[in-house]
């Protein structure tokens, strides 16, 4: 059975998502292994092949049927994550494919203060620098304000039963 999970809480689609060879991902898809399925870290699998940007993962899963804004036990979406380890590439791509750019993860983190952030910090001769740029302007297409909130301002609104 390629969903059941192993003694530690992952299924053969956690295991190979991810790895170096994608041949593995295909053969335990093919066999009906679930693309949304949610590993010992409260992560889909999507992320594990985010982690180790193995494209050829990544656009299987999506290909197979994954949920591209599926979250973590912390309610990060794959593109929140993508950004939280700066693959801005994988980011736009994400977005082009139908992630959504308006989730708060559980500590009211955003992707648009992650991208807001990594405005500051990263090096403009990054080569993931014009991605961050880019995904900034889908971003703000998509609605999204700059500045946005930080995470501190949106707790405080869902404290206070406030709207963002």
Not at 18 to 36: K, T
Not at 37 to 62: C, H, M, N, T, Y
């Amino acid at each position: 059975d390629p969903n059941y999970k192993d003694g530690s809480g992952d299924s053969a689609v956690n295991r190979v998502s991810g790895a170096r060879d994608p041949d593995w991902l295909r053969i335990v898809l093919d066999a009906g292994g679930n693309p949304n399925a949610i590993g010992r870290l409260e992560q889909p699998a999507l992320f594990s092949a985010i982690g180790e940007e193995r494209w050829a993962d990544i656009k299987l899963l999506v290909e197979r049927g994954a949920d591209i804004n599926l979250v973590d036990g912390q309610k990060t979406t794959s593109a929140h994550y993508a950004a939280y380890l700066n693959k801005y590439e994988i980011v736009y791509w994400l977005i082009e494919h139908g992630a959504k750019v308006d989730t708060y993860s559980a500590t009211g983190g955003s992707l648009a203060w992650r991208v807001h952030e990594s405005l500051s910090i990263m090096a403009q001769n990054s080569p993931q620098y014009p991605w961050l740029l880019k995904v900034k302007q889908q971003s703000q297409q998509r609605g999204i304000k700059f500045p946005p909130l930080s995470p501190a301002e949106v707790q405080d609104k869902w404290e206070k039963g406030e709207s963002l």
